[in-house]
């Protein structure tokens, strides 16, 4: 079903911090309502208000407004008139084509108000739909991309969301819950077949997760020693419940002293080839092993910027230390963005690499 759906957010045109609207939109996102239209509108200017709405009516399947308190009765009054119809005890207003949803934007008020539109917007829309997840970490736009439309040749019944969080991937698939089953198992298996050597899970469950649920299925702990992600890797570990289990410790091994001392680093290693290379993330892995408390050891070093260090290594080389006791592997990537999108990313394909190591 494509839905078509607006947001529009009043808001003090004094004001520049758009973080609260930016975590409502990934919000809505995370329970699958997408957006084609999003406006900002000074909620002073009614010249503006009145044209925005306006031209909402007939346009779109449905509207969320998010608007102060104090104009949320002038917002519904004006609604009202424009599409002929009331709200009704839960807040929405059914017209001919469009429904709309007006969100109070005050403290809370923004998130409380959009999970009761979302209960109502999935109980409209989502009887008839089923959910189905494939979880990908480390594949481009064109492979996602070749992907969906073999799929999309399959059956034009189904839609495809996907979202990427610095290349930690989830493609949904919906589909109507009467499709043959054949039919949709030949999309799932396009999609596995083309995404084969990104995919982690068939279910909606982060990288850290899923780690841990093949770290205690094959009997194993993890250790981490991390240079440019600064704990980043242990902090996503340490989030899961239960990860004490199958998590022995975690170094924050920033500077070359601390990889000498803590991880056995050899000096020369560090002086021929530099903290950012591939011998250095192979010995912090090794040093890891070393101590016998681990089954599966993760370094990372690189250059995650703004400025690149004392050598001509450029911003976003980053490697990645991968082992057991039967070998260690290095992973070399040159990644491109801001310090957090370098940071970000690399603590995803670690990750991932730890999850494909032992899989």
């Given amino acids: 079903m494509n839905l078509k759906n607006s947001l529009i957010i009043f808001r003090n045109k004094k004001n520049n911090d758009f973080e609260d609207y930016v975590k409502l939109i990934k919000y809505f996102a995370s ?5 084609c239209n999003l406006s900002y509108c000074a909620f002073d200017d009614s010249e503006e ?4 709405l306006g031209a909402c009516k007939d346009n779109y399947d449905n509207v969320m407004t998010v608007c102060p308190a104090a104009m949320e009765n002038t917002v519904k009054d004006f609604v009202e008139k424009l599409f002929g119809a009331k709200f009704d005890g839960a807040g929405v207003l059914h017209g001919e084509r469009t429904s709309v949803f007006v969100l109070r934007a005050d403290g809370t008020g923004a998130f409380a108000a959009a999970k009761a539109a979302v209960e109502i917007y999935n109980a409209r829309y989502s009887s008839g739909a089923g959910r189905a997840y494939l979880k990908t970490a480390g594949a481009t736009v064109r492979e996602i991309n070749a992907a969906l439309s073999e799929a999309k040749s399959l059956c034009e019944e189904c ?3 996907v979202t990427d969080s610095f290349s930690d991937g989830t493609v949904e698939i919906v589909y109507p819950k009467n499709l043959p089953k054949d039919v949709f198992d030949g999309v799932y298996r396009s999609l596995l077949k083309n995404l084969n050597d990104y995919v982690y899970a068939m279910e909606n469950i982060s990288l850290a997760e899923r780690l841990f649920q093949l770290l205690k299925l094959r009997r ?13 890797i242990a902090k996503r570990l340490v989030e899961v419940p239960g990860i004490s289990e199958v998590y022995c410790e975690g170094l924050n091994t920033y ?10 680093v050899n000096e020369l290693t560090l002086k021929q080839y530099g903290a ?11 040093g890891l092993l070393k101590t016998g408390e681990c089954d599966l050891a993760v370094s990372t070093t690189g250059i995650a910027g703004p400025k690149s260090d004392s050598t001509s290594k450029p911003v976003g080389l980053i490697y990645i230390g991968v082992g057991t006791a039967e070998s260690i592997s290095v992973y070399k990537y040159e990644l491109k963005g801001s310090r957090e999108q370098i940071t970000e990313t690399a603590i995803n394909l670690a990750l991932f690499l730890a999850f494909k190591k032992i899989k």
Wanted: glycine fraction near 8%; hydrophobic fraction near 40%; avoid cysteine.
């Fill in 49 to 52: 208000i009145v044209k925005i």
């Fill in 159 to 161: 839609e495809f969301n």
């Fill in 220 to 232: 194993m702990k993890i250790s981490v020693a991390e240079s440019f992600t600064g704990g980043g």
């Fill in 255 to 264: 500077s070359n002293q601390s990889k000498m001392r803590r991880l056995g």
């Fill in 31 to 35: 329970e699958n309502i997408y957006f």
């Fill in 276 to 286: 950012v290379s591939e011998q250095t993330a192979f010995e912090m892995a090794e």
